[in-house]
């Protein structure tokens, strides 16, 4: 039976992937995730796609304090009360009310990238998810796909960043759960579609440079999407009753 594997959340949209031994799956998804996210001078979201060395940065909280450390070892780390200038930031055609946060993370960051950044909070959390409140795949949809598309090694999973990841599935089999209610231990989601795939799936997920061609490979084995531009991998899903969930926890429709 398909079971809960592992949780990918970050503070920071684009950072390291964090994988807690267990997650608050809520009606805005896992609330700290995305939480923060980073913008340019010109307002706009800057992540993965525009810089995607963003995943040698580790981003955590603890007690009201954010905590990046960067690859040169130093680390930018203060309370996140101190909140600046509302900002409507453009999240792929979605307007998200933010408050800049006044500390160490603009100059960090800035440095960083080789450009000036902001380091922003949404206002709502679950605001910083791209389209729905969270993700799934199953190891084997990754397994099959670095297979057929003879991947190098083992496809890390980590380069699509999705929320939930499952052990125990058939490949492809979180699809066939489309629109279907699904339990994820004590919690119930309904899957929501699938997910467009974006640049980040090309990029190593621990340093962030192009390492494959995960787009060509997806289309060239699962065609494009017939309801939306791009091509698919992994499901979208909204929660219906929220819950704490571990990791190892039974995932199965409910409609079966």
């Not at 959340?9 to 700290?32: D, F, I, R, W």
């Not at 791209?130 to 799934?136: E, H, K, Q």
């Not at 440079?209 to 060239?220: G, P, S």
Request: proline content about 8%.
């Amino acid at each position: 039976m398909p079971a809960v594997a592992r949780f990918n959340v970050t503070p920071v949209k684009g950072t390291a992937l964090l994988h807690p031994p267990a997650a608050a799956l809520t009606a805005v998804g896992v609330p700290e995730n995305r939480r923060f996210f980073l913008v340019d001078t010109d307002g706009l979201l800057y992540s993965g796609p525009r810089h995607g060395p963003l995943v040698r940065v580790r981003a955590t909280v603890e007690d009201g304090s954010l905590s990046c450390a960067f690859p040169d070892g130093s680390v930018a780390a203060a309370p996140t009360d101190a909140l600046g200038a509302e900002l409507l930031v453009d999240f792929y055609g979605r307007p998200v009310p933010t408050r800049e946060v006044a500390g160490p993370w603009a100059a960090a960051f800035s440095s960083y990238v080789g450009q000036e950044l902001r380091l922003v909070r949404a206002e709502q959390d679950g605001d910083g998810a791209d389209v729905l409140p969270l993700t799934i795949v199953s190891g084997a949809s990754v397994e099959d796909l670095g297979r057929r598309g003879a991947y190098p090694g083992t496809l890390d999973s980590r380069r699509f960043r999705i929320t939930i990841e499952l052990d125990g599935a058939e490949p492809y089999e979180e699809d066939s759960w489309d629109g279907r209610e699904v339990a994820v231990g004590d919690a119930v989601i309904r899957v929501a579609g699938q997910i467009p795939r974006c640049v980040v799936t090309t990029q190593d997920p621990t340093t962030g440079t192009h390492d494959w061609n995960t787009l060509k490979q997806i289309a060239t084995l699962r065609g494009p999407m017939q309801d939306r531009s791009g091509v698919p991998f992994g499901m979208y899903a909204v929660v219906l009753r929220s819950a704490t969930v571990p990791l190892g926890a039974t995932v199965a429709p409910l409609d079966v």
